[in-house]
């Protein structure tokens, strides 16, 4: 079955991970209370923020009133949660900052050349991120090579369910108009790729600076190592996988 398109992770896979943990989350902290004060009359922010006084109630019993709630979420923001409100509302700080010009995300050098290749070769190309679309879209609007948004058909983000759940990936594919196996689904954690697997996907491993290898994947160091991905697939359900590793997901 030939390889129709690619769904690909963001952060530690086309993009450093230092660039949120180190860039993106630290400055969503810092103006979080500001901006929900300063946006309490927004229907919007609102509608978010109520998301994560409903969950801040179900844990702890608390309910917050909403101009308590910076605290918690900056507490989430630390440990990095992947909640939809809390997501959401990280992605509206970051469209001021990306706005001012604050930020210019700098993705890995094989990535752009990788993706205007794909494209070229008429392979449709997909995101999936904890990150809200409206934050995916902004990064790639903004990058230090220019707006990428125009090389992406969709945009997913946990609305479509955990990253760790199999049946979010089937859901993607649905949203393609893909089978599974005709979309191969690029991460750099395991765990994402095992359910994706599951799910029926092709998938391969890259392997940033940092990242732990895995033995159950394919792997690559860069994109440039997916040169040829049409002939690569075609009848081939895990072609770049080495003889000697497991494809067993049970």
Same mark, same amino acid.
């Given at each position: 079955?030939?390889?129709?398109?690619?769904?690909?992770?963001?952060?530690?896979?086309?993009?450093?991970?230092?660039?949120?943990?180190?860039?993106?989350?630290?400055?969503?902290?810092?103006?979080?209370?500001?901006?929900?004060? =300063?946006?309490?009359?927004?229907?919007?922010?609102?509608?978010?923020?109520?998301?994560?006084?409903?969950?801040?109630?179900?844990?702890?019993?608390?309910?917050?009133?909403?101009? $308590?709630?910076?605290?918690?979420?900056?507490?989430?923001?630390?440990?990095?949660?992947?909640?939809?409100?809390?997501?959401?509302?990280?992605?509206?700080?970051?469209?001021?900052?990306?706005?001012?010009?604050?930020? =210019?995300?700098?993705?890995?050098?094989?990535?752009?050349?990788?993706? %205007?290749?794909?494209?070229?070769?008429?392979?449709?190309?997909? +995101?999936?991120?904890?990150?809200?679309?409206?934050?995916? %879209?902004?990064?790639?609007?903004?990058?230090?090579?220019?707006?990428?948004?125009?090389?992406?058909?969709?945009?997913? $983000?946990?609305?479509?369910?955990?990253?760790?759940?199999?049946?979010?990936?089937?859901? +993607?594919? $649905?949203?393609?108009?893909?089978?599974?196996?005709?979309?191969?689904?690029?991460?750099?954690?395991?765990?994402?790729?095992?359910?994706? =697997?599951?799910?029926?996907?092709?998938?391969?491993?890259?392997?940033?600076?940092?990242?732990?290898?895995?033995?159950?994947?394919?792997?690559?160091?860069?994109?440039?190592?997916?040169? $040829?991905?049409?002939?690569?697939?075609?009848?081939?359900?895990?072609?770049? =996988?080495?003889?000697?590793?497991?494809?067993?997901?049970?």
């Amino acid at each position: 079955m030939a390889l129709r398109g690619i769904l690909l992770d963001i952060e530690g896979t086309i993009l450093p991970k230092a660039y949120v943990t180190e860039v993106l989350f630290p400055y969503a902290q810092k103006h979080l209370a500001t901006y929900l004060h =300063a946006h309490r009359e927004d229907h919007t922010v609102r509608r978010w923020a109520a998301l994560c006084q409903e969950t801040i109630a179900k844990e702890s019993g608390t309910q917050l009133a909403y101009e $308590d709630v910076a605290g918690t979420l900056t507490q989430w923001i630390l440990s990095d949660r992947k909640h939809q409100g809390l997501k959401a509302l990280q992605g509206m700080i970051w469209e001021e900052g990306y706005r001012r010009g604050v930020f =210019a995300p700098r993705l890995y050098d094989d990535v752009v050349p990788a993706l %205007r290749r794909w494209r070229q070769g008429h392979l449709h190309l997909a +995101i999936y991120s904890s990150g809200s679309e409206q934050a995916q %879209r902004l990064l790639f609007e903004h990058t230090t090579d220019g707006d990428l948004t125009s090389l992406f058909s969709y945009f997913f $983000d946990t609305g479509m369910g955990s990253k760790l759940e199999p049946a979010s990936y089937r859901h +993607i594919a $649905d949203r393609l108009g893909f089978t599974p196996a005709e979309v191969l689904f690029l991460s750099d954690v395991e765990s994402e790729l095992e359910a994706a =697997a599951t799910a029926g996907f092709l998938t391969t491993q890259v392997v940033r600076p940092g990242t732990e290898p895995t033995t159950r994947h394919s792997t690559v160091s860069t994109l440039n190592d997916l040169l $040829d991905l049409h002939s690569l697939f075609t009848g081939s359900a895990h072609p770049l =996988a080495s003889p000697i590793e497991s494809r067993d997901v049970s």
